[in-house]
């Protein structure tokens, strides 16, 4: 019953935003709209911002879910689908809410995607720390490019998209760019 309610509601301030800038959505319209009470909008969200939130939390985790048998390249573009499907929504809230709140919220079911697709491709090292900090790394790396995305209202074809992806990966698993910080220190080429 809570999910129910709680998907109602958020449902109806989706298409309330088609027609209404999100901060003059009222909790009135919302509760005109889905004849409900005050009392049970304020029983499952605190304000339309804690909807918003519930949203993008609900909606987008639930899509952008990896197949066990996809690729990064796979689920980078169907990510970006997803993004393209629910442009409308997300353009209301990413240009009337400062997005890097939102970021939070739409980084957390990417970082769980993102350490299952590195787990199974045995991209980082045995080491727990490393997991962590590639998971971080490439999450907030998807995330501002996702932003961007839908911030500046790109559009790019799959081709695009996988083009992209692929020459980023096909960069990323070449040899090392780095010399290793445990190696001796390299003399400066600097004239000083």
């Avoid at 003059?24 to 009392?39: F, L, P």
């Avoid at 070449?174 to 010399?179: A, G, I």
């Amino acid at each position: 019953m809570c999910y129910a309610t709680k998907r109602k509601i958020a449902d109806c301030v989706k298409h309330l935003m088609k027609k209404k800038e999100i901060r003059k959505i009222t909790i009135q319209d919302i509760m005109d709209a889905t004849n409900m009470s005050r009392q049970s909008f304020y029983y499952h969200f605190k304000d339309i911002y804690d909807v918003l939130e519930w949203i993008e939390r609900n909606d987008f985790a639930e899509r952008i879910i990896c197949e066990p048998d996809q690729t990064l390249e796979e689920w980078t573009l169907h990510l970006f689908h997803v993004l393209d499907e629910e442009r409308p929504f997300l353009e209301r809230v990413v240009n009337e809410v400062e997005w890097p709140k939102l970021l939070p919220v739409i980084s957390a079911p990417i970082q769980e995607q993102m350490r299952s697709i590195l787990v199974r491709y045995d991209r980082v090292g045995t080491c727990e720390a490393d997991l962590d900090f590639c998971v971080k790394f490439a999450t907030n790396a998807y995330c501002y490019i996702l932003m961007d995305y839908v911030y500046r209202r790109k559009h790019k074809t799959d081709q695009q998209l996988r083009e992209e992806v692929h020459s980023f990966l096909a960069m990323m698993d070449t040899k090392p760019m780095f010399h290793s910080l445990d190696g001796a220190p390299v003399e400066s080429r600097l004239v000083g």
